[in-house]
């Protein structure tokens, strides 16, 4: 025994022990103060390449303040758990590296899309990224980072386990704990101005080159805290709700001329004609040109580019704006979490049926919940629909002709008139380069990337053309008379950028949101309001929200106070909302604007104040998802043959027997809103089920003998 402790306490075994506590010591330095900065050089090297701004060096010699705030960002994120033991700490802070670097990646992905980075707002919208068709993930360094994650937690597991010296790591994680509450709390001082930290809602991207990605993040987390305006009060709100009140209208239109009012928003659709005619040698649009220049029509003043198509219809259905929500906020996902008043509810109390229409997925933009808190009478999503492919089969996204079908559908059938809210999506991103280009293009005054690229494009709104001119035709044999707001979104993003727009492509602009000038090339979309019945051609640029006023008062309906409120707008000679960040060159905000302000932070952000008032809305318990409540089924049989003709059940529906077991059913060409299928086996009992692509059950048919 004494020999054994002799051996143990020898000077060979001591050096041993001092030189492992020398090496864990390095190692835990390295994690302490290295890892933060080389995972710093990481996230601002991947993410300033696709920039063509500063540098990572030019960021450190220009804007060394900011460049230490964000050190000290991650070196207080990772340390924060200083306080665990060492082996869980180094494997916590190789987790957190990990997180840091996907969020990095997140953001290049996004900055190519649609040139913003990440912002606080968008992890209310990771869900969605699971609906995005053809989404390319960068799987390569993905794979390589887990590996790379997995062996150094292997490696640290078989680590001998050292002294833990508690005092350091209570003052490292309290000094990292005290820092972030600083940093984000601003009191007593704060880091962000005295990093000097420059905040350009308008320009995030920008914001990543001055203050860094995760500086450039909190900064505008930070102020997306939105303040109520100056003056804001229960009595203010009842005051305006009262000012803005229109006066009762009697209807002066017979029941049968009330027209069917129909908002169709299309995916990126922009006149090809925008980015020059001498690039064209026969006009892809001819039946949007000859509608467009026949009616109230001019420039949609959009306010998103690339994406955010749930914003530019938050506007055109609630009337309300998107310049008084901050940064890439989405009002569907964040917002609409209860009823507010919109231009559905007012054609709903004035007798008209309502129906949202989109033939993508119910669950995208969180649209199935926004429609009902919208006041919609139903929504028909692409889940109920007979669409040529399922979701996620990757043949792209559904043509219009679902979209148009549907509406052809609903105002041939209501007997009252109908307000229809419809999203076309044929016209989506990608457009990846096409090898014949596209026969509307003239080759030679292109290169061939553009002409490619922008072929994609131009074929596909030729495709979209064609069915607009196949409704407008259809919708001129109703008796009914029928109004038809019809506009893109935003302009398309394509990507690279410069490849169509830029001088390597059509010379359209070289920035994406540089002067003024640029701006309003890339955020005019044009549209037009086309009665089926007579039109006069009159020429008026307006924001979406302008739409609400103007088929209100075409259709000769009442209104509310956002309606009422936006006709005096026009009165006093504003047809549109400037852009925040544009005052100067598009004139201030009215009263009348200001007014607007006060009343949508009390609607999506305050006490909710005007549910007292006449804007008060409630819910729609009867409110439906899909073409009926109750499908109707007829089971037929005939030579040992089961069909089945079903009213309200989609093509891509599932059908199971007694047992709960799935059928295989062949599906027979049908009309939107029906299908007809036959069925094989011989099935005692059968009943339906739709699903969304989330294995959510939409619907489910009580069962049915088969006799």
């Not at 230490?68 to 180094?90: A, D, G, H």
């Not at 029509?297 to 219809?313: C, D, L, Q, R, W």
């Not at 229409?357 to 969180?366: D, L, T, V």
């Not at 006023?549 to 047809?575: F, H, K, P, R």
């Amino acid at each position: 025994m004494l020999g054994t402790r002799r051996q143990i306490y020898s000077p060979l075994h001591v050096n041993k022990r001092t030189r492992f506590s020398i090496w864990l010591s390095i190692i835990t330095i390295c994690f302490v103060f290295l890892l933060p900065l080389a995972l710093m050089i990481v996230c601002e090297t991947l993410v300033r390449k696709d920039l063509n701004l500063y540098t990572l060096g030019q960021f450190f010699d220009l804007k060394t303040k900011a460049f230490l705030l964000n050190y000290l960002i991650y070196f207080s994120v990772i340390n924060l758990f200083y306080i665990l033991p060492r082996k869980l700490y180094y494997v916590t802070s190789l987790v957190i590296s990990g997180l840091f670097i996907l969020f990095t990646i997140a953001n290049q992905m996004k900055l190519e899309l649609r040139n913003s980075p990440i912002m606080l707002s968008d992890m209310s919208l990771i869900k969605e990224l699971q609906g995005l068709d053809n989404l390319e993930l960068p799987m390569k360094p993905i794979i390589l980072g887990l590996v790379i994650l997995i062996v150094g937690i292997l490696i640290i597991y078989f680590l001998p386990k050292g002294k833990e010296f508690w005092i350091p790591k209570t003052l490292l994680f309290t000094g990292s704990f005290v820092f972030l509450l600083i940093l984000w709390n601003e009191k007593p001082i704060s880091p962000m101005a005295q990093a000097n930290l420059w905040y350009t809602r308008w320009r995030p991207e920008l914001g990543i080159s001055e203050n860094g990605l995760i500086g450039n993040f909190t900064l505008f987390a930070k102020k997306a805290q939105i303040q109520p305006p100056t003056g804001y009060s229960e009595a203010k709100i009842k005051e305006l709700a009262e000012k803005y009140q229109p006066e009762t209208k009697k209807q002066t239109i017979d029941e049968n001329e009330r027209p069917n009012v129909i908002y169709i928003m299309s995916e990126a659709f922009v006149d090809p004609y925008i980015w020059g005619k001498q690039y064209f040698t026969k006009d892809p649009t001819p039946n949007f040109r000859k509608a467009f220049e026949e009616s109230l029509h001019g420039f949609m003043y959009s306010p998103e580019y690339g994406g955010g198509t749930a914003n530019v219809e938050f506007e055109a259905v609630t009337g309300l704006s998107r310049q008084f929500l901050p940064g890439d906020d989405v009002a569907y996902n964040q917002y609409l979490n209860h009823p507010v008043p919109s231009v559905a509810r007012v054609f709903d109390e004035a007798g008209y049926h309502t129906t949202a229409i989109h033939a993508f997925k119910n669950w995208y933009y969180q649209r199935s919940t926004a429609y009902k808190n919208l006041g919609f009478d139903r929504f028909i999503s692409g889940d109920f629909m007979n669409l040529d492919f399922p979701f996620n089969s990757g043949n792209g996204y559904p043509s219009d002709r679902h979209m148009n079908d549907s509406i052809l559908k609903i105002v041939k059938e209501n007997k009252n008139p109908s307000f229809i809210h419809a999203v076309g999506l044929e016209g989506h991103m990608p457009y990846p380069r096409e090898k014949n280009g596209s026969p509307f293009l003239d080759k030679a005054k292109m290169k061939m990337a553009t002409y490619e690229t922008f072929g994609t494009y131009v074929n596909k709104l030729n495709s979209v053309d064609k069915d607009l001119g196949r409704l407008l035709g259809e919708l001129k044999k109703l008796e009914r008379p029928t109004i038809v707001v019809f506009w893109g979104d935003h302009f398309p993003g394509f990507t690279p950028f410069q490849t169509v727009y830029g001088e390597e492509g059509l010379n359209f602009t070289s920035s994406l949101n540089g002067s003024f000038e640029d701006w309003m090339k890339l955020h005019k979309v044009p549209y037009f309001v086309w009665n089926s019945k007579d039109n006069t051609p009159v020429e008026q640029d307006v924001t979406p929200n302008m739409f609400s006023q103007i088929v209100t008062e075409m259709a000769d309906i009442e209104g509310n106070a956002v309606t009422n409120l936006l006709t005096q707008v026009m009165e006093g000679g504003t047809s549109y909302f400037p852009y925040k960040q544009f005052t100067k060159e598009m004139g201030d905000y009215t009263n009348e604007m200001k007014d607007l302000e006060m009343l949508q932070y009390d609607m999506l952000h305050g006490k909710r104040y005007f549910t007292k008032t006449a804007l008060a809305t409630k819910d729609k318990s009867d409110y439906l998802v899909g073409w009926i409540k109750k499908p109707k089924i007829n089971i037929t049989k005939s030579n040992g043959e089961i069909l089945i003709h079903a009213e309200g059940i989609p093509k891509h529906a599932k059908l199971f027997d007694e047992s709960d077991e799935e059928l295989e059913i062949t599906w027979k060409k049908s009309d939107e809103g029906t299908s007809t299928f036959k069925v094989k086996g011989k099935p005692k009992k059968v009943y339906f089920e739709v699903q969304d692509d989330r294995k959510t059950s939409l619907l489910q048919t009580k069962k049915y003998s088969v006799n």
